[in-house]
């Protein structure tokens, strides 16, 4: 009996989420055109579309093979559809990479490795200078270089801190590694050795990141400092570092309706994903299972799809259109960022920038952020909330800075939105597929996105407003991160939890799934962009108090980085 109340509980809530959706004939040909691309993009046999891999390429030109059915034309590189980038997929050292200290020679791994910032660079017949902790602070009143000539010269630096202090340390701002090694850089030594004098756990990696930029000279980690003293005449050093990239080729995808328009509307939508899940981000790394991403991102790849099809014709000319399907998103948007420094169109005429990232699971809401880049989006998402007899609700956001594509297009000074239908536990996970993906409801996005192509002017460039965001984007370099997946569909004060990462720290100081953070680090936290703000200025190993509420309870816990 529950089981046939159940039954008819969940037919009814089908029912009534149909009939929302209700499609015109016109739309069900849409759906079931997007349903036969999201089948194949979101199937095994693509193997999670991870940058670089068979099955990014299979994506890739899958999207070109419906841009050139749909007679759009390539816009890539050399008259095709693709536009390729390199990406680096590992950086290790190599055996050859030695350190002889006062002629003594030691072992790499065991005693001293290169960093991140280590250029392949070899250093002799040189001499080592104690420069303390590295750090320039004139407000401070504060200079480990002065009185020292260091041009020519390796360095030594200790980690550590002249407080003795992490978290509260009034030298936070010349803590970083990045920042020690470019003052360091600037001042002309050759090359770097950092020492540690304290916890040892804040001892760098070794493992050597794939998307950090090199110094120009050698730098390394000596975990024993006693190698390091005073003799008359100065210490000699050796360093030769000998790091190895292995590089692999991402695929953009782009194709262009030329309407002989004065500006573009450019629409956009990655199409990788992360493969086995070997591609940091994944939920469940250690897997080993496809991760097929049927709602991140073949949802928006194949309404990018279908918008190339609808677009070309004639009522909509009023623009030019260029569709671009990026790889490299979930490496750190590298797909879009590299072709916003080689585009293959004349950007400025581009009035705006349209991303769909996971638009497959519209409930009742839908979120548009970058709100902020443009004054006429106030009055257009006005227009876009009239209607609202399928999508009932429309939340914005008003940051052009995000996780996905449209950011590349804000920070180059063109108005961006990101249309998006809300984070679910299957975020990032093997069990994002398609039997969970709401089709009519992308339909219904699909439309909104027509219609706002409809209302927009095109006798004019659409003004662009740079929001708070992008000038704290540089500060707002997160060194720490609490493991949660925000709720970016809740729309109420404070940061609303969605799920919790295991391992991280908000699993270990025991928040949950519906928690919402109110406080953080004694700052309050209205928004996710006061939380971005506050995160930022946490450093690895500081302790925090977060303030939260649970089932309407506020509660206080301590949190470690």
Known sequence: MKKNILFVLVSIGLLVNATAQKLSKKETKS??????????????????????????????????????????S??????????NFEITTLRMAKDSSKLLINNLPLQLFAEFYPISYSANRKIVDTKLVLVGYGISAPELNYDDYAGKDIKGKVVVINIATPDSQQAHSKFINYLSLETRVKRAEKLGA????????????????????????????????????KYIFEIPGGMPVMMKSVIVSIAATGHNV?????????????????????????????????????????????????????????????????????????????????????????PTIELNNATCMINMDMVGRLK?????????????????????????????????????????DHTSFYLDSIPALHFFTGQHDEYH????????LNLNGEVKVMGKIIKLITIMPSASQLKYTADTSKSDSKRTALKVTLGIMPDYIYDSEG????????????????????????????????????????????????????IYIRNGVTLTTEVQF
């Open 364 to 404: 009742e809401t839908l979120m548009i952020y970058g709100t902020g880049t443009s004054p006429y989006w106030n009055e257009a998402i006005a227009l876009l909330k009239q209607d609202s007899s399928f999508i009932r609700k429309i939340n914005t956001s008003e940051s052009g800075i995000g996780s996905s």
């Open 74 to 83: 390539a816009k890539g590189d050399n008259g095709t559809y693709f536009q």
């Open 254 to 342: 782009i194709a262009y309706k030329n309407n002989k328009a004065k500006y573009t509307v450019i629409i956009g939508a990655h199409h990788d994903h992360l493969g086995y899940g070997e591609i940091p981000g994944s939920r469940e790394p250690n897997s080993n299972a496809i991760h097929n991403g049927a709602d991140d991102n073949a949802s928006g790849t194949s309404a990018l799809i279908e918008l190339s099809k609808q677009l070309k014709k004639r009522k909509f000319k009023k623009f030019n259109y260029l569709f671009i399907a990026f790889s490299g998103e979930e490496m750190g948007l590298i797909g879009s960022k590299y072709f916003v420094e080689n």
């Open 190 to 225: 050759t090359g770097i050795i950092f020492i540690n004098n304290g916890d040892s756990k804040d001892n760098p990696s070794g493992e050597l990141a794939k998307n950090v930029k090199p110094s120009s000279i050698p730098v390394f980690f000596l975990n024993n400092s």
């Open 31 to 72: 759906l079931k055109r997007i349903q036969s691309h999201v089948n194949y993009l979101a199937s095994d046999r693509l193997e999670g579309r991870g940058t670089g891999s068979a099955g990014e390429k299979l994506s890739a030109e899958y999207v070109a093979n419906q841009f050139k059915k749909n007679k759009i």
């Open 429 to 436: 996970k093997p069990s994002d597929d398609v039997a969970l």
């Open 495 to 546: 940061i609303k939890i969605d799920g919790v990462k295991d391992g991280k720290p908000a699993a270990a100081a025991g928040l949950q799934k519906g928690d919402i953070i109110i406080g953080l680090a004694g700052e309050k936290i209205p928004n996710m962009q006061a939380y971005m703000k506050v995160l930022a200025k946490i450093e690895k190993g500081q302790k925090a108090e977060i």
